[in-house]
């Protein structure tokens, strides 16, 4: 019993006290969360970071966690080859991937700063062709900056000084390494009283105790043997709970968390995800109770297991991403043959290694491409590639979404739209999706694809502790 107890309330999901008692509706459950939390002791970390009665936190990893931070990572490998070998082309199709990407997360931001700016205004910020920056505008583009900045710059060390170095950037002032501590935040936010108690919540390190936790907490990122993603979780919560500046703390937490990851062997897709969404107001009362709990109870894993979700959600994005980046080069280099540089690109493939089939851990099926070029440069080309299917064009997705609203009275013109786009036979999209494309919150997009279900044009299904959603052939 202590084993199911153990895995269903720490495997399964990993359960507040108070979770526990609403799942078995009981009021007193000391026995059983006894035998929960001798589960976990099984899979416990100490760190050596430390609250500010100097008591040391700790992160269980129970296997199910364990298992898809391992995938994470993988999938956040495979991301980066395939972006690097795109990148090696240097073609326009690499930087609009880029601007998306970009513009995604500046569009978060300024749904979050409540800013009013369109896409062409946006675009101008990523491609820094605005002759001005209009004041309304300079956070979004200082952290534009900052985020680009570090962007190929996360192999140094973690210290102090990077962390300040983003603040000043955030800030748009020159950075001054031989005076970190006029960085730090100058309020007190703990009332004195305070730290005659144990046990308390605090709403920040003593102003006396920033410099030594900030040291604390880099060290422990340059040498804990943990995951990356675990590492870079810990040093957005710890941020946060140290709060060592005045402005932007959470802004500077996320850029942490963004170059951890970069800096364990992530790079470039580090960036892209959009982590930002950590800062919209239907998660902040969220993620204000997940860090509230690990913090009294020492455990990082309550907003850890959170986060690892929100990252493979975000991860599934940049794949699908990635997989119309391939599309469109494949469709360019099919063309490529009446392309002047095409003697150029064979002569490159010439003397480039044979390419080989490299087994991978998973299984998954490669794209094999053989090139062969006779003296006279003709190319023959044979792809290994599924039959790729292929949905409605734009003005049919207009007009099928104009049928749909006036035959479904309870159905959203935005869930019309969204369907109409994404109704292919075989295919899988994902509440991330919904998300982006129609400019919602996160739980609008959630109950919207529901709705979809709930009217049975898609099935829900769940794939690696997420649901992703595929279009039904739906009887009229």
């Known amino acids: 019993m202590e084993k199911d107890h153990g895995i269903r309330f720490s495997d399964e999901i990993y359960a507040t006290k108070d979770d526990v008692k609403r799942a078995l509706n009981m009021s007193s459950i000391d026995s059983i969360w006894e ?35 391992v995938s994470l990572e993988k999938r956040m490998s495979k991301l980066l080859i395939k972006y690097s070998r795109h990148g090696s082309f240097g073609s326009e199709v690499i930087r609009d991937f880029d601007r998306k990407e970009y513009t995604n997360i500046l569009r978060i931001l300024a749904e979050i700063n409540e800013i009013n700016i369109g896409e062409d205004t946006l675009r101008a910020i990523i491609d820094e062709s605005l002759p001005t920056i209009p004041v309304e505008y300079l956070v979004i583009n200082n952290y534009y900056l900052t985020l680009k900045y570090y962007k190929n710059r996360y192999a140094g060390p973690i210290s102090p000084m990077l962390i300040c170095s983003m603040y000043s950037q955030l800030l748009h002032t020159d950075f001054d390494p031989t005076s970190l501590v006029s960085y730090y935040r100058k309020t007190e936010l703990n009332d004195k009283a305070d730290h005659v108690f144990i046990g308390r919540h605090y709403e920040a390190a003593p102003i ?7 040291s604390s ?22 941020i946060l709970y140290i709060k060592p500046f005045d402005d932007f703390n959470e802004e500077i937490a996320i850029l942490t968390m963004k170059y951890v990851l970069a800096h364990c062997d992530n790079e470039d897709i580090a960036t892209f995800l959009s982590l930002e969404e950590l800062l919209q107001k239907d998660r902040k009362n969220y993620i204000k109770s997940l860090n509230l709990e690990s913090e009294m ?56 290694p044979s390419p080989q089939i490299e087994k991978q851990e998973d299984n998954e099926e490669e794209q094999i491409m053989e090139v062969k070029a006779s003296p006279s440069y003709n190319v023959e080309r044979k792809v290994a590639l599924p039959v790729l299917p ?7 997705a207009e007009l099928v979404a104009q049928h749909l609203i006036e035959l479904y009275p309870t159905m959203r013109k935005n869930q ?10 075989g295919k899988y999209y994902t509440i991330s999706q919904y998300k982006k494309e129609q400019n919602v919150a996160y739980e609008t997009a959630r109950t919207s694809m529901d709705n979809l279900v709930n009217l049975g044009f898609y099935k829900k299904e769940n794939i690696r502790n997420k649901f992703v959603y595929t279009p039904t052939l739906k009887d009229n």
């Not at 006396?208 to 900030?214: A, H, S, V």
């Not at 690892?308 to 099919?334: G, H, K, P, R, T």
């Open 390 to 396: 292929v949905g409605l064009d734009e003005n049919d």
């Open 208 to 214: 006396d105790r920033i410099d030594e936790m900030l």
């Open 35 to 69: 035998k929960v939390t001798t589960y976990r002791s099984y899979y416990l970390h100490q760190t050596p970071l430390k609250n500010v009665e100097r008591v040391p936190f700790s992160v269980v990893l129970p296997p199910r966690l364990t298992s898809n931070i």
């Open 217 to 238: 907490l880099c060290d422990f990122l340059n040498t804990s043997s943990l995951f990356g993603i675990v590492k870079s979780v810990i040093a957005y919560f710890y």
């Open 297 to 352: 109870k020492l455990d990082f894993t309550y907003i850890l297991s959170y986060i690892v979700q929100l990252i493979d959600e975000m991860v599934a994005d940049i794949e699908n991403n990635i997989q119309s980046l391939d599309a469109i080069l494949l469709f360019q280099e099919q063309r490529r043959e009446d392309h002047p540089s095409v003697e150029q690109h064979v002569r490159q493939i010439l003397v480039s």
């Open 416 to 425: 019309a739209e969204f369907y109409a786009r994404h109704c292919t036979i």
